[in-house]
């Protein structure tokens, strides 16, 4: 019995630490796909558990639509997000985008597809985006004409009856 459990702590140990294995070389071949397919795998749950009323996301307007940034806001509140007041962007933008800053990532992502954006429109914040400050915030959307003209129709229209009544 003693005999056994011996053996099945060596085979044991040889899987959990492959550099005891690295003697043979066959074995030191097998041990180093896992390690790298281990890696990747482990930033992905640290970094989707993070609540979305946990993540500040700012909205700024880069489209020329009033009232297009708070139309986004509203699209993004079913989700639980921290959404900061929206803002006016410093530029007009060609395209809407959501920035992130490092670990945000797939909370990015997710306010995209919600959005109805491509995943090419995901990218890491620079200061290059057309806002002054990004402040608390971690995800930054840029609303752009493509996405003013999804979300805030209505807006427009209000804005053209008070233009028409005043």
Do not use: C
Not at 7 to 13: I, P
Not at 93 to 104: C, H, I, K, L, Q
Not at 141 to 164: H, I, S, Y
């Amino acid at each position: 019995m003693l005999v056994v459990f011996v053996v099945a702590t060596v085979l044991l140990l040889g899987v959990i630490h492959p550099s005891t294995t690295a003697t043979t070389g066959s074995a030191a071949a097998t041990p180093s796909s896992p390690t790298t397919t281990t890696k990747p795998s482990h930033p992905v749950p640290t970094t989707t558990t993070v609540p979305p009323s946990r993540v500040p996301v700012l909205v700024a307007n880069a489209s020329g639509v009033t009232g297009a940034a708070a139309a986004v806001n509203n699209e993004l509140q079913p989700g639980g997000w921290d959404l900061l007041p929206p803002t006016d962007a410093t530029a007009r933008a060609p395209a809407s985008d959501v920035y992130y800053v490092a670990g945000y990532q797939p909370e990015a992502k997710t306010i995209a597809t919600t959005l109805h954006l491509a995943p090419s429109a995901v990218l890491p914040y620079t200061t290059a985006a057309p806002i002054s400050s990004i402040g608390t915030a971690q995800v930054l959307v840029v609303v752009g004409p493509d996405l003013a003209a999804k979300v805030a129709p209505a807006t427009t229209t209000t804005a053209a009856a008070a233009r028409a009544a005043g």
